[in-house]
């Protein structure tokens, strides 16, 4: 008999160390971008790993047009992790489009990748530089993203309404590839990671062409922004692109809501470090994936994830 209970009381310490030291079963919607933007496929695959190696999560990633609507997304609770291009910036700190409204519910997870920003015009269109917008069709990136809002700022910069000195377009990535190709554009303004789908398209039917961002607009620009660092694109990394690409680039977060366990965050951003492969597969611009890219990021860490790096 006492044999008995020993065993029984051992089986119910063993249950209860086990029930204290699991991980909650939780639902994680990722909200990304558009088809054709590298946030989508990487958010496919993050959501992948997380369902697969981590017990009791069950993830999926959301098409949305972008940073913008991300932000908006977890605002409303209706995402708990994004992927947020340099407009996170402003939304944590209350500044710009969110002036007075500081979001700080938005936490950091991981560090991501400079994000450049692309300038590509019509094969043939004869346009050379930004002024040479003034009345054409430009696809200024989709309703609600990050890039809308970036290609707002550059056109500012060059002295450009970017309501009516050009005829814009809200396409995505994608749209604006198939817009090239049927000729409904002249130029597009795009941010994205380097070998990007959306503009390899463009450049596979030989629809495009790249121009630099001039020196003096790129002053203005990372003068009145903090989280733009210059950026080259090196010659050849797109079919026809035959010189370097003289740019800026900001560098993106995947972020998680403040109010996520500590512990689901340590272990979500634990397996990520252990299965970087598999991301770096999916997108190159990963490898920027590590602790020393900290320093890049702008807005406070989740308490889980900065618990990792403090012991990574």
Request: hydrophobic share 40%.
């Amino acid at each position: 008999m006492r044999k008995f209970m020993l065993l029984l009381l051992y089986t119910l310490l063993l249950a209860s160390t086990t029930t204290n030291t699991a991980l909650a079963e939780m639902d994680i919607t990722i909200a990304t971008g558009t088809v054709g933007g590298s946030y989508y496929p990487l958010g496919t695959a993050i959501a992948k790993i997380w369902g697969e190696n981590i017990d009791g999560i069950r993830a999926k990633a959301i098409k949305t047009a972008g940073t913008a609507q991300n932000i908006q997304l977890m605002k409303e609770n209706k995402a708990d992790v994004a992927f947020l291009d340099g407009l996170y910036y402003y939304a944590y700190n209350g500044k710009g489009i969110y002036e007075g409204n500081p979001h700080e519910f938005i936490k950091a997870l991981v560090p991501l990748y400079p994000e450049p920003i692309y300038l590509l015009t019509a094969k043939g269109s004869g346009i050379r530089n930004l002024t040479d917008l003034r009345k054409q069709r430009v696809s200024v990136g989709d309703i609600g993203s990050g890039t809308e809002i970036t290609a707002r700022e550059l056109l500012e910069a060059a002295g450009l309404d970017p309501v009516n000195d050009i005829i814009p377009f809200n396409l995505g990535v994608s749209e604006t590839a198939k817009a090239f190709a049927e000729h409904r554009i002249d130029a597009a303004i795009v941010a994205g990671s380097t070998g990007m789908a959306g503009i390899k398209e463009a450049t596979a039917i030989d629809a495009v062409e790249f121009l630099s961002i001039p020196e003096n607009i790129r002053k203005i620009v990372m003068e009145e922004t903090p989280y733009w660092v210059p950026c080259v694109i090196p010659a050849g990394t797109y079919r026809g692109q035959n010189k370097d690409i003289e740019t800026y680039a900001s560098w993106n977060v995947l972020a998680v809501h403040v109010n996520f366990p500590e512990d689901t965050v340590f272990e979500m951003v634990k397996i990520l470090y252990e299965k970087k492969e598999m991301l770096v597969n999916v997108r190159r611009a990963m490898e920027s994936m590590t602790p020393e890219n900290l320093k890049h990021i702008l807005i406070p860490f989740h308490p889980g994830a900065e618990r990792f790096y403090n012991e990574f």
